[in-house]
């Protein structure tokens, strides 16, 4: 299961979460510039050895230690690495950064990294492998997201042969799943390579953190921030209900909008139930639309009786985020 956007809208810009993204990527940059990527991850990876072993344990500084705890989240170890968890953080990160606020977030995105990293060590107490990747502090990002929003649709594909399938699942489903997976490999020792209990540690860990970290009132600061950085688009994917009268070939819904958008012209990926799938299909806003208006998308009606189709009518309905 792969999934491609949650249904679920945020009221501010995920500044924090853009930022970890790209610090991401700036690192993984680098370490495709190392002549020796080995010693590289060894060095700023999480090796749970140097920690147990006094052979290894010598030749590191406390800093040096302590700083691998960070490091290790910041480093991955292929272009389909990096790809996987960057895209699930798109994904969930920007609910809870609009839930817990921009600088609480990151607070929480660190410690859960950091949590996952001893989850991993308490497991693997003599490996000399470098654990390395975010999917340790992205799990934790998961693990928020399955408590505050168990409900959510995530639109999720399926490959299933060659035929991409669509579907929208409830969070919770895809969550729980995810974690029943995650803790079967690493119960049965499947997967060579891959940090299972960092996943399962930083899933936890996320789940704790949140509680803790709701207890704690945002400051006035927070608040200026969430002032600066709220949206002034709605979400760029909205899922949509067509329906339409028996008589009428074409099918008749809603699109939000902004008035910023409305002003200015903007455009969506709307998510059309088809059957048991689900169709994208981009909708072009154009500027100066009112309240009201109609948007036609051509041939995404119903099947008329000489085999064609009639078009899709979207009214135009603007609210602030």
């Given at each position: 299961m792969i999934?491609?956007?949650?249904?679920?809208?945020?009221?501010t810009?995920?500044i924090?979460?853009?930022s970890?993204i790209a610090?991401?990527?700036?690192?993984?940059m680098?370490?495709?510039?190392q002549s020796d990527?080995g010693?590289f991850?060894?060095y700023y990876?999480?090796?749970?050895?140097r920690?147990?072993?006094s052979?290894l344990?010598s030749?590191f500084?406390f800093?040096?230690?302590?700083?691998?705890?960070?490091?290790?989240?910041?480093?991955?170890?292929?272009?389909?690495?990096?790809?996987?968890?960057?895209?699930?953080?798109y994904?969930?990160g920007?609910?809870?950064?609009?839930?817990l606020?921009?600088?609480?977030?990151?607070a929480?995105?660190?410690?859960c990294g950091?949590?996952?990293?001893i989850s991993?060590?308490?497991?693997?107490?003599?490996?000399?492998?470098?654990v390395?990747?975010?999917?340790?502090a992205?799990s934790?990002v998961?693990?928020a997201?399955?408590?505050?929003?168990p409900r959510?649709?995530?639109?999720?594909?399926?490959p299933?042969i060659?035929?991409p399938?669509?579907?929208?699942i409830?969070?919770?489903?895809?969550?729980?799943l995810w974690?029943?997976?995650?803790?079967?490999?690493?119960?049965?020792?499947?997967?060579a390579?891959?940090?299972w209990?960092?996943?399962?540690?930083?899933?936890v860990s996320?789940?704790?953190?949140l509680?803790?970290?709701?207890?704690?009132p945002?400051?006035?600061f927070t608040e200026?921030a969430?002032?600066v950085?709220?949206?002034?688009?709605t979400?760029m994917?909205?899922v949509i209900?067509?329906?339409?009268?028996?008589?009428?070939?074409?099918?008749y819904?809603?699109?939000r909008?902004t008035?910023?958008?409305a002003a200015?012209?903007?455009?969506?990926?709307v998510?059309?139930?088809?059957?048991?799938?689900?169709?994208l299909v981009k909708?072009?806003i154009?500027?100066?639309?009112?309240?009201g208006n109609m948007?036609?998308?051509?041939?995404?009606?119903k099947i008329?009786p000489?085999g064609?189709?009639?078009?899709?009518?979207?009214k135009?309905?603007?609210?602030?985020?």
């Amino acid at each position: 299961m792969i999934p491609i956007r949650d249904i679920n809208p945020s009221k501010t810009y995920p500044i924090v979460n853009y930022s970890l993204i790209a610090i991401n990527i700036l690192v993984f940059m680098t370490q495709l510039g190392q002549s020796d990527p080995g010693k590289f991850n060894f060095y700023y990876g999480l090796v749970p050895a140097r920690y147990t072993t006094s052979d290894l344990l010598s030749h590191f500084t406390f800093g040096q230690q302590m700083f691998s705890f960070i490091s290790f989240m910041f480093l991955h170890g292929g272009f389909l690495h990096i790809l996987g968890n960057l895209w699930s953080l798109y994904v969930f990160g920007d609910n809870i950064e609009d839930r817990l606020g921009h600088f609480r977030y990151l607070a929480f995105y660190i410690l859960c990294g950091i949590a996952s990293g001893i989850s991993h060590l308490l497991f693997n107490l003599h490996s000399h492998s470098p654990v390395i990747g975010a999917s340790g502090a992205i799990s934790g990002v998961m693990g928020a997201y399955f408590v505050l929003f168990p409900r959510a649709k995530i639109l999720t594909l399926i490959p299933i042969i060659f035929i991409p399938w669509l579907i929208e699942i409830p969070a919770f489903i895809f969550l729980g799943l995810w974690f029943i997976f995650q803790f079967i490999n690493a119960a049965g020792s499947g997967g060579a390579g891959i940090a299972w209990w960092a996943h399962i540690g930083g899933f936890v860990s996320g789940i704790v953190f949140l509680k803790l970290f709701e207890i704690i009132p945002s400051s006035g600061f927070t608040e200026k921030a969430r002032e600066v950085t709220a949206r002034k688009t709605t979400n760029m994917l909205q899922v949509i209900r067509p329906l339409g009268p028996m008589d009428d070939a074409n099918l008749y819904a809603t699109i939000r909008i902004t008035s910023h958008e409305a002003a200015m012209g903007t455009s969506k990926i709307v998510n059309i139930p088809w059957g048991v799938q689900n169709r994208l299909v981009k909708v072009i806003i154009p500027a100066g639309v009112r309240e009201g208006n109609m948007v036609r998308v051509s041939g995404f009606g119903k099947i008329t009786p000489d085999g064609g189709r009639g078009d899709l009518m979207l009214k135009v309905l603007i609210q602030e985020v």
